[in-house]
């Protein structure tokens, strides 16, 4: 069983920063993908970023591109998505989710972490 566990959340100005992280544990595969969505109120969850098992590759969804940046640290299977420049319709509950390769549906999901952008 793997678990995903975010950190981080919390409310900020428009303007500021914020940092998630996410920590994975239990049985992740040797090539754990890991990624970033978000729903906000009255809407469906939509994809914010991913990144590579190997961490040589990120992808962005247009809206997040330029201010949010997705790293990893695989010696302690976490994580970060750290956001810049956050505006109003950045509010949402954050999910960090996790697949067993590059490719496919992500299958493992987290709890989610609540980020309040205030204008």
């Known amino acids: 069983q793997v678990q995903l566990v975010e950190s981080g959340g919390g409310l900020v100005q428009a303007g500021g920063s914020l940092r998630l992280s996410c920590a994975a544990s239990?049985?992740?595969?040797?090539?754990?993908?890991m990624g970033w969505f978000r729903q906000a109120p009255g809407k469906e969850r939509e994809f914010v970023s991913t990144?590579?098992?190997?961490?040589?590759?990120?992808y962005y969804a247009d809206s997040v591109k330029g201010r949010f940046t997705i790293s990893r640290d695989n010696a302690k299977n976490t994580v970060y998505l750290q956001m810049n420049s956050l505006k109003p319709e950045d509010t949402a509950v954050y999910y960090c989710?996790?697949?067993?390769?590059?490719?496919?549906?992500?299958?493992?999901w987290g709890q989610g972490t609540q980020v309040t952008v205030s204008s």
């Open positions: 239990g049985r992740t595969s040797s090539r754990y993908s």
């Open positions: 989710a996790g697949r067993n390769s590059d490719y496919g549906s992500f299958v493992h």
């Open positions: 990144i590579s098992w190997s961490g040589d590759k990120t």
